[in-house]
C-alpha cells in the first residue's frame, strides 16, 4: 500500500515536470526559443495562484480565497503576459539575447520572491495553499491518487492541446519559421508575432505547472524555484527530444526517476554530513548527462530537431557558397 | 548623498568589466554566450586558494606587503590561477564546445555552456563544500581620502591592477597581429579565413584571455568580498548586461559597461537598499534591448 502511495505521489511530481517540459517543447521544440529562465515563469504561475486561492492574510497583500480554477487561470494569464513582454523585448534580436533575457527573469523573480515580502511572504514563502481534495489528507493513499489523478487530466489535455496545436496551420507556420525564417516570410508570415506567440504561451503552460504544484504541496518557498529547475527540465526535454511532446513526457519522467532514485541512493551510501557533498555529485553526472547526449545524441529519444536551424544554418551557408547570400 | 559609492562602484565595475571582456570576446569571435564564464571566475579563485595554501605547506607563513592584507604568495598564486583557469577554458572548448561548433548549431553551444556551468559550478561545491572561504582574515583599516570616501590599500591596489590589465588587453587587440586577427575574425568570419588567419590560434587565445581575466575578478572578489561556489554565477547577469551595453565584441565597451553597472549598483544599495541589487544589470538589460540593442559601442551586425 505504502508503494502504490509513493507511486502515486512520484508520478504526480513527474507529470508536473512533464508539463513544464511540454511548455519548453513548444517553447524551443517546436520554434527554436531559448529559455533559460523558465523557473522564473514556474514560480511566477505558483505564486500567482497562492495569492489569488489563499485565505486573507494580514501580513501581506491579498489571499483573495478564490477558488483554485481561478488561480490556475490566473496563473497562466500571468505567467503568458510575463513570457510574452519578455518575448516583445527580444525576439526582434538574435536569439541569445533571448537566453540572457529569460535568464534575467529568473533572477529578478528570485529577488522579488525573496524580498518583496508584502507580495511573496519573503524567504518563508506562503503556507495554507487549498489542496484540492484537501479533504481527504486523512487518508494519505487516497489523496494521492485523487492528486495524480487531477494532475493526470491537466496533463492530458495540455497535451491533445499541443499535439493539435503543432498540427494546425499555427503549428506548420513555427515549424517553418524554425526550419528556414526567410522562406516562411516570403510567405508573409510575421516571425515575431508568430514567436511571440508561441513564447506566451509556452509560458502559460509552464505558469499552470507552477500552479498545480504549489497546489499539491500546500506550500512554496523562493527555494523551490532555484536555476536547478531550469537545468532539470533541459535535461527532461533534451534526453526525450525535443520536438516531439511524447519524448518531453517520457523524458521527465525517466530523468525524474533517475533524479529522485540517485538522491535516494545518495542518502542511503552517504552519511548525514556529507549528504550535500552528495547532493553537488548528483548534478555534476547530470549536467555531464547533458553534455553528452547534445554531443552524441542531440534527438534524444524521440527527437525531431531542426534539420537546419536558425542561425547555424546561416554560417553554414556563408561558409559554403559565399556569395549567393548577402 | 555619501560619495562612498563612488569607490564601491568603481570596484564592482571592475569585477564585472573583466568578467564581461572574456564574455564580449566569446561572443564575437566564437558567437555563443557562454553562460559558464561566471564558474571560469569561481574556479579561478578557487584555484588560486589552492596555489595559495600550496606555497604556504611549503615555505611558511610569509608576511603581507606592508600596507595590504596579501604578500608575494597570493601574486604568484594569481599568475598561476591564471595559466589554470585559461587552460580549464580550452580544455572546455576542447571536449565540448569545439565539437558542437563543428556542427554549426549555434544555441546549442549555449546550452552546452548552461550544462557545463551547473557541473562546474556544483563540482566546486563537492570538493570545497559551498561554506564562504577568504584569502585573508585580517581586516584593514579604510583610510579617508576627502568627500567623505573611505577606501584601503588592497582597493587601491586592486583598482590599479584592473587599469593595467584593461589597458594590456587594449593593446593586445589594437598593437598586435593576434589582436588584429581577432578582431578580424569577429568582423567576418569567412573573409578572415580566406585572408588565411589560423582560426584554431586565435580561438585559442581568446579563451586564454577570457579565462585569465575571469580568474583575476574572481581573485577580486576573493579578497574584497569572499570565496563560495556560487559567487561567479552570480555575476553573469551583471556580466552579460555590461558587454551588451558597452557594445558586443568592443573591450573598452566592456569596461565601461562594467563600470556604469557597477555605480548604478553601488548606488541603488545606497538609495534603495543591497537586497535589491541583482535587479540593476536587468534593468539596465532591458533598458538597452528596447532603446540601443547594440550597445553604445557595437556595430549592427552583418
Known sequence: MDLLGY????????????????????????????????????????????????????????????????????????????????????????????????????????????????????????????????????????????????????????????????????????????????????????????????????????????????????????????????????????????????????????????????????????????????????????????????????????????????????????AGESGTTS | MNLQFVVDGLLAGSMIGLGAIGVTLTYSILRFSNFAHGDFMAWGAYATLAVVGAVGAMFGKIAPIAPLSFGWPLIAAVVIGMAITGLLALLLDMVLFARLRAKGQAIIVVMASFGASMALRSLLEFIFTSRPTYFSRAIQIAMPVGFGIRITPDQIALLLLTAVLVLGVHLLMTRTQTGRSMQALSQNAALARIVGIDVAKVVRVTWIVGGALACVAGVMIGILIQIRPFMGFDMLLPMFAAAILGGIGSVPGAVLGGLIIGMAEAGAVQLIGAEWRAAVSFIILMTVLFVRPIGLFGVRER
Not at chain 1, 150 to 161: D, G, H, K
Open chain 1, 7 to 318: 507511486g502515486a505521489f512520484f508520478l504526480t511530481n513527474a507529470l508536473i515536470f512533464s508539463l513544464i517540459t511540454l511548455g519548453l517543447n513548444l517553447q524551443w521544440g517546436l520554434t527554436g526559443l531559448f529559455n533559460v529562465g523558465l523557473a522564473g515563469f514556474v514560480a511566477i504561475g505558483a505564486y500567482t495562484s497562492a495569492l489569488l486561492t489563499t485565505p486573507d492574510d494580514a501580513a501581506r497583500l491579498g489571499g483573495f480565497d478564490l477558488p483554485i480554477l481561478a488561480g490556475w487561470l490566473g496563473a497562466m494569464l500571468v505567467g503568458g503576459v510575463a513570457a510574452a513582454i519578455t518575448g516583445i523585448a527580444t525576439l526582434r534580436l538574435r536569439s541569445d539575447y533571448l537566453a540572457i533575457t529569460t535568464f534575467g527573469v529568473a533572477v529578478v523573480v528570485q529577488l522579488v520572491a525573496l524580498n518583496a515580502q508584502k507580495l511573496t511572504g519573503g524567504p518563508f514563502g506562503i503556507g495554507f495553499i487549498p489542496r484540492p481534495f484537501g479533504g481527504l489528507a486523512e487518508t494519505p493513499l487516497l489523496f494521492n491518487l485523487s492528486n495524480l489523478a487531477v494532475v493526470s487530466v491537466v496533463t492530458l489535455i495540455v497535451y491533445l492541446a499541443l499535439e493539435h496545436l503543432s498540427r494546425s496551420p499555427w503549428g506548420r507556420v513555427l515549424k517553418a519559421l524554425r526550419e528556414d525564417e526567410r522562406a516562411a516570410i516570403s510567405l508573409g508570415k510575421s516571425a515575431r508575432f508568430y514567436r511571440v506567440q508561441a513564447f506566451a504561451v509556452g509560458g502559460g503552460i509552464m505558469a499552470l505547472a507552477g500552479a498545480l504544484q504549489a497546489h499539491f504541496t500546500g506550500f512554496i518557498a523562493p527555494d523551490n524555484y532555484l536555476p536547478i529547475l531550469t537545468f532539470q527540465v533541459w535535461v527532461m526535454l533534451i534526453v526525450g527530444g525535443s520536438g516531439s511532446n511524447k519524448g518531453a513526457v517520457v523524458g521527465s519522467i525517466l530523468v525524474w526517476a533517475i533524479w529522485a532514485g540517485s538522491g535516494t541512493l545518495t542518502s542511503v551510501l552517504f552519511s548525514p554530513d556529507q549528504q550535500a557533498r552528495a547532493a553537488s555529485l548528483q548534478i555534476v553526472a547530470i549536467g555531464v548527462m547533458l553534455c553528452v547526449i547534445l554531443l552524441i545524441r542531440p534527438n534524444g529519444l524521440f527527437g525531431d530537431r531542426p534539420r537546419r536551424p536558425r542561425f547555424g544554418k546561416r554560417a553554414k551557408v556563408a
